[in-house]
């Protein structure tokens, strides 16, 4: 793969994760839909600006499966192998330890009260599995449970992609649509199916079959400009419609996802400060997305315990909890890469 274009995707997918952090972040609850400047700003960057991250993470997956790939059957066998490392193995592990150190948590007086809405100790086996594996209670998860059945779907995106060539990415995008606007009438259950965490990788995997260059050397900066302003109105019109009961949220999340995507990946270009530039942090990206949560929820809670409850208080704590969260991952990270390389390399799939 072309080194800029790697590099980049490194850089990006670190970026990204700080989005998701960012995302989880929130913690308006009940009061997401009284209006204040507290929930806009809440709803305007949790709910708007970063959208886009666990979509483009689906793209890149989606890419890089693809990416050179000949339909053997020794390279299916590989990707399907190597996934199992990268994903399976990881998922399983995380899913698993982080029930464990929260029921020991939970042993605890004050580790009780912090999670009174949910004592693992009272589940009992059908809860305790679904809690763990299918529901986990690190909930970013879901985004690995849902990427692992895009893979074991990889041979159906490159017979559909392969049959209809170029013309594969704007018919999944159409699809995609389907069903934020059969909202409008009512929704069709079924059409939900085709959201983002198939539609994305299927456009990441026909952009990687068709060989489209990533580099879009034709896109000018005014393309680029046009991108960057309908996704903010779009991210302005979804906060807005936070505030209605009218059926279009996930119609204008489909819009900021659309327009974010490719102006995140485009504008990157375009910022010559970083651009070029090797993040060495990029390479702990994986383990902060898979130990952000539950520690950032349990550091929100804390919080609270302490503080008022306040739209001040519920703003400071959005903007400092990715800080402290990024930065205590980061530290873990080192550590265990330094000395506890080969777990470290288990725990994050060889990444």
């Known amino acids: 793969?072309?080194?800029?274009?790697?590099?980049?995707?490194?850089?990006?997918?670190?970026?990204?994760?700080?989005?998701?952090?960012?995302?989880?972040?929130?913690?308006?609850?009940?009061?997401?839909?009284?209006?204040?400047?507290?929930?806009?700003?809440?709803?305007?960057?949790?709910?708007?600006?970063?959208?886009?991250?666990?979509?483009?993470?689906?793209?890149?997956?989606?890419?890089?499966?693809?990416?050179?790939?000949?339909?053997?059957?020794?390279?299916?066998?590989?990707?399907?192998?190597?996934?199992?490392?990268?994903?399976f193995i990881p998922y399983v592990i995380w899913c698993t330890g982080w029930l464990v150190i929260l029921y020991l948590v939970e042993l605890v007086p004050a580790g009780r009260a912090i999670f009174a809405d949910r004592i693992i100790a009272n589940y009992n086996l059908q809860e305790l599995f679904l809690n763990t594996y299918v529901h986990p209670l690190p909930y970013q998860f879901w985004y690995i449970s849902s990427l692992m059945l895009d893979v074991i779907l990889t041979p159906v995106f490159y017979y559909i992609i392969k049959s209809l060539g170029k013309k594969s990415l704007p018919i999944f995008v159409v699809i995609w649509f389907l069903y934020p606007i059969s909202e409008m009438f009512g929704g069709i259950w079924i059409l939900k199916i085709f959201n983002y965490p198939f539609m994305l990788f299927g456009i990441g995997a026909a952009l990687a079959i068709n060989?489209?260059?990533?580099?879009?050397?034709?896109?000018?900066?005014?393309?680029?400009?046009?991108?960057?302003?309908?996704y903010?109105?779009?991210?302005?019109?979804?906060?807005?419609?936070?505030y209605t009961k009218l059926p279009l949220l996930d119609l204008a999340e489909n819009v900021v996802i659309l327009f974010g995507v490719p102006f995140m990946w485009l504008v990157y270009d375009k910022m010559s400060s970083i651009k070029n530039k090797k993040f060495s942090i990029a390479k702990y990206g994986i383990f902060i997305y898979f130990f952000h949560i539950p520690f950032q929820s349990i550091l929100k809670k804390m919080w609270f315990k302490?503080?008022?409850?306040?739209?001040?208080?519920?703003?400071?704590?959005?903007?400092?909890?990715?800080?402290?969260?990024?930065?205590?991952?980061?530290?873990?990270?080192?550590?265990?890469?330094?000395f506890m390389n080969r777990f470290y390399m288990v725990l994050t799939g060889g990444r």
């Not at 080194?3 to 609850?29: G, Q």
């Not at 886009?52 to 890149?60: E, K």
């Not at 903010?232 to 936070?242: D, E, K, N, S, V």
């Not at 302490?306 to 080192?334: E, K």
Request: a positive charge; proline letters at 3%; glycine letters at 2%.
């Open 306 to 338: 302490v503080m008022p409850l306040s739209d001040i208080s519920s703003l400071i704590i959005f903007f400092v909890a990715p800080v402290i969260t990024i930065t205590v991952c980061v530290l873990v990270a080192m550590f265990l890469r330094r």
């Open 1 to 87: 793969m072309d080194k800029y274009i790697s590099n980049k995707i490194k850089n990006v997918s670190l970026f990204m994760t700080f989005f998701v952090v960012l995302l989880h972040s929130n913690n308006l609850e009940s009061a997401q839909s009284v209006v204040s400047i507290n929930s806009i700003v809440q709803n305007f960057i949790g709910q708007g600006i970063v959208r886009i991250a666990v979509p483009v993470f689906f793209l890149i997956s989606g890419y890089l499966f693809f990416y050179n790939f000949t339909p053997t059957m020794e390279k299916w066998k590989y990707k399907f192998k190597s996934r199992f490392h990268s994903l």
């Open 232 to 242: 903010i109105l779009a991210c302005l019109a979804r906060t807005a419609l936070m």
């Open 211 to 230: 060989k489209v260059d990533l580099r879009f050397k034709n896109i000018e900066n005014k393309h680029v400009t046009v991108l960057g302003i309908i």
